[in-house]
């Protein structure tokens, strides 16, 4: 019991320090500026620190935001929420053909430079759910770097 205790204890520790809230207040102003220009309208942000970048979790429209921004004010990525009828019908094909049975749960649209990905959970009754990573034109993503980047479990 006391192990599982301390190593409770251990992996919280571990997890709190790897992001931590911060108020606006203690983020530079240039990465401020950036989601006022970048993302008027924005509202009810919330702000973490992880290592050197700011992210930032906001609302525009009722849509949650995500937005990852480093020291210098520019965006390394970003992603929104968005509803299965916007999904490119290239994606909905594969996941249809690769996850028989599958049913698509919630999609996140993912922004970095000039790519866009789309990040896709979907579930099956009795079956653990699953996050998949893909490009615009329905190519399934493997990359490591890519896939930790985007926190794909």
């Known amino acids: 019991m006391r192990l599982t205790l301390l190593f409770a204890v251990a992996i919280s520790t571990c997890l709190l320090s790897c992001s931590q809230d911060i108020p606006a207040s203690k ?7 950036t989601v006022q220009l970048k993302f ?5 942000i919330e702000w973490e620190k992880k290592k050197s970048q700011y ?4 609302n525009i429209d ?7 921004i480093n020291e210098n004010g520019e965006v390394i990525w970003y992603k929104t929420k968005i509803k299965e009828t916007v999904l490119p019908p290239q994606i909905i ?10 049913t698509i749960d919630e999609i996140e649209k993912i922004s970095t430079g000039d790519s866009t990905y789309y990040l896709v959970e979907v579930e099956l009754k009795g ?3 699953k996050e998949l990573l893909y490009a615009s034109d329905g190519t399934s993503i493997q990359n490591i770097e890519l896939l930790k980047l985007f926190n794909v479990k």
């Open 40 to 44: 008027p309208g924005s509202t009810s």
């Open 62 to 68: 009722s849509t949650e935001h995500n937005v990852f």
């Open 127 to 129: 079956k653990k759910d």
């Open 93 to 102: 094909s594969a996941i249809t053909r690769e996850q028989q049975g599958y």
């Open 27 to 33: 983020v530079p102003s240039v990465v401020l500026n």
């Open 55 to 58: 992210e930032a979790e906001f």
